[in-house]
């Protein structure tokens, strides 16, 4: 069983910048593949960014370039930084572990 909190949501302005943090309770962190999702009003959830155990990522075309995955094994934290924001990336962001483990969201709302 593997729990995770996300923290770091708020309120910023088009351009600006915000770091997501979700932690993570049990000792198979080190091996897990962890994903931030995001979900806007009325639409799908949709995947963001992955990283494998080793450190591979992948990212959604509207965000390459701009948003940043990464982890700390010694933290149990996987991390999101995002950059020059846009409206369109207002929504509530969930961490996922192995796509079977998710956190209660944050919300995330970039105002023009």
């Known amino acids: 069983q593997v729990q995770l909190v996300e923290s770091g949501g708020g309120l910023v302005q088009a351009g600006g910048s915000l770091r997501l943090s979700c932690a993570a309770s049990g000792s198979a962190f080190p091996f897990l593949r962890l994903g931030w999702y995001r979900q806007a009003p009325g639409k799908q959830r949709d995947l963001v960014a992955t990283?494998?155990?080793?450190?591979?990522?992948t990212y959604a075309d509207s965000v390459k370039g701009r948003f940043t995955i990464s982890r700390d094994n010694t933290k149990n934290t996987v991390y999101l930084q995002m950059n020059t924001l846009k409206p369109e990336d207002t929504a509530v962001y969930y961490c996922?572990?192995?796509?079977?483990?998710w956190g209660q969201g944050t919300q995330v709302t970039v105002s023009s």
């Open positions: 996922a572990a192995n796509d079977v483990y």
């Open positions: 990283i494998t155990a080793v450190g591979r990522t």
